[in-house]
């Protein structure tokens, strides 16, 4: 405004052109025209009232002109920066409702944007991926695992760390596992899902096995067991690309944090169940997420998932999440297939074909061509059968009725001999299920020769301690089970016999 008085005191007092007065004050001959201009469109007269104050002035010559920046209102930018998170939200929106709320005092829309941009430039931590709220939840293992030592046994063994953490909010999540198997990861993805109270839009894990059958950067293979889970929550799995962890930056720093002041600060505890160390890491996961962070104007993990998170989340479905495994198998010629080192029976019609076993806790199903074609209950039992008579052809259903005490009732009604010898044959095998098939044979030998010549073999079979198929099948078929009625009579007929060709031992002597 000095300038402006200059100009007025020149022109209407010392009566000097624009030029003179342009040169004298340094300034172009369009601004003094433009601001005598201004002096007649606002009808003001020389010399100027004392009452008139420079800033009214100002306002008077120039009612258009907006203030400086610094004299400006500027809006709570952390406010701004959350707001942004939220979905649909826009910076134009957002500038509407600040310009609207501050008036003459608010910034112009450009300058809103420039000092928004300027302001997270000054911010600590990396701003370079932008996460919505209720969007992704990026989850992975510790590198470090924690001892759990057995009181009984003295036996230690270390288990695993599953870490998940939200993108918009940094809400940590920590359970101990047995380790990363199928079942531990799966499992841990279920009670971080529930913990959350809701299912995100996107689960970003790393490229484990558990979680990924063929690791690729633009089309990985989801592992079928855990496109199951997400299925199940109505979520999708998106891995981040392999050897690119700025991809999932959210988990490498939750993990990098929770190593410093979870596992840090447990490493003298000691822990005898795997159940005593995740009660302990759930009390200092609720102190981290509570804490205040640096950055986001003193709110916590937990304020901030209240606030963005927690309303952008999918509810949880109404069943809870049951651990299922699939696995590709052949059906073998005995129409089983293996999972687990047990064997499910399946449809005697599908030998040779593949299936899908589908395994969960407590019961395993079959798959074919999208149908399930047969289902058992779990079992625990190794190197065992389940077999549904159902699924067996019509001449193998006899057979599976068999056990070991009907068997050897029905040698009793032979002869008492005859059912010692299923008894050996039987007893001979580790499993009695491997001799079905032998005493089965032997049994049948009645049918060619007779209950009475059987019982005799038998007999001499248990005489000279050969209690076996062959043997008593050959001296039925040479009629020599009655030959001999002694042990003494019977171990003869194992005597070499005696002619010219054969020297004996005294030959070389």
Request: aromatic share 8%; charged share 25%; hydrophobic share 35%.
């Amino acid at each position: 405004m000095e300038t402006c008085l200059q100009i007025f005191k020149l022109k209407f007092e010392c009566n000097q052109s624009n030029r003179t007065i342009a040169a004298a004050l340094r300034v172009s001959p369009s601004t003094v025209y433009e601001v005598l201009s201004r002096f007649t469109a606002a009808s003001l007269s020389w010399p100027l009232p004392d009452a008139l104050l420079p800033e009214k002035l100002e306002k008077m010559l120039f009612p258009t002109r907006r203030m400086r920046t610094s004299e400006l209102i500027a809006p709570d930018w952390l406010y701004i920066d959350t707001e942004l998170r939220r979905p649909g939200v826009t910076r134009q929106l957002l500038w509407i409702e600040y310009s609207t709320e501050t008036g003459e005092m608010a910034l112009g829309y450009s300058q809103f944007c420039r000092c928004y941009r300027q302001w997270k430039k000054c911010q600590k931590r990396s701003m370079r991926q932008t996460h919505r709220a209720g969007e992704r939840l990026f989850i992975d293992f510790c590198g470090p695992t924690v001892p759990v030592s057995d009181p009984d046994t003295g036996n230690v063994r270390r288990v695993a760390i599953f870490v998940a953490v939200m993108g918009a909010s940094n809400y940590t999540y920590v359970e101990a596992c047995p380790g990363q198997d199928m079942m531990s990861w799966l499992n841990a993805n279920s009670h971080c899902l529930t913990f959350l109270g809701g299912v995100p839009a996107l689960l970003v894990p790393d490229n484990l096995r558990s979680a990924v059958s063929k690791a690729d950067r633009y089309e990985p293979v989801i592992n079928d067991s855990y496109q199951s889970l997400a299925s199940h929550y109505s979520t999708v799995v998106m891995p981040a690309r392999p050897y690119k962890p700025k991809d999932k930056a959210k988990e490498e720093n939750g993990v990098l944090l929770v190593e410093r002041w979870l596992l840090a600060r447990i490493r003298n505890e000691t822990f005898h169940t795997m159940h005593a160390l995740n009660v302990r890491l759930r009390e200092l996961m609720t102190e981290l997420n509570n804490r205040p962070m640096k950055g986001y104007g003193g709110q916590s993990r937990a304020q901030r998932f209240a606030l963005l998170d927690a309303p952008c989340l999918q509810p949880l479905p109404a069943m809870p999440y049951e651990y299922t495994e699939y696995r590709a198998v052949k059906v073998a010629p005995d129409y089983h297939v293996e999972y687990d080192r047990h064997w499910y029976s399946v449809p005697h019609e599908l030998v040779g074909e593949r299936l899908s076993v589908k395994a969960g806790q407590t019961l395993v199903q079959a798959w074919h061509k999208g149908r399930c074609v047969a289902q058992h209950p779990r079992s625990d039992r190794q190197y065992s059968h389940s077999t549904n008579p159902a699924h067996m052809p019509v001449n193998h259903r006899g057979h599976s009725c068999w056990t070991p005490e009907k068997l050897l009732d029905n040698a009793a009604r032979t002869g008492k001999a005859t059912r010692q010898v299923v008894e050996a044959m039987l007893n001979a095998k580790n499993h009695p299920e491997q001799a079905y098939r032998a005493v089965l044979g032997l049994l049948s030998l009645q049918k060619k020769y007779g209950a009475e010549r059987l019982e005799k073999a038998c007999d001499k079979a248990c005489g000279l301690n050969h209690p076996e198929r062959r043997f008593i099948e050959n001296l039925l078929r040479h009629n020599r089970e009655g030959i001999g009625e002694t042990v003494k009579e019977n171990r003869e007929l194992q005597l070499p016999l005696e002619h010219e060709n054969l020297r004996g031992p005294k030959y070389y002597h």
